[in-house]
């Protein structure tokens, strides 16, 4: 299996996720894939995702 790489450090991201049908399909997948290029700083998640 082969294993991204960390993500350098001094490259980072803040998320802003809105919420909607699709957010728990596509979110999940989206942040594993970011999280492999940027280091993630500050996450806002709405009421129905921060539960």
Do not use: Q, W
Not at 6 to 29: A, H, N, Q
Not at 42 to 48: E, F, K, R
């Amino acid at each position: 299996m082969n294993e991204l790489p960390e993500p350098p450090d001094d490259r980072f991201c803040d998320l802003v996720m809105k919420g909607g049908i699709t957010s728990g399909v596509i979110y999940p997948r989206a942040i594993g894939l970011l999280s492999h290029y940027y280091r993630f700083r500050g996450i806002d998640l709405p009421p129905s995702l921060a539960s």
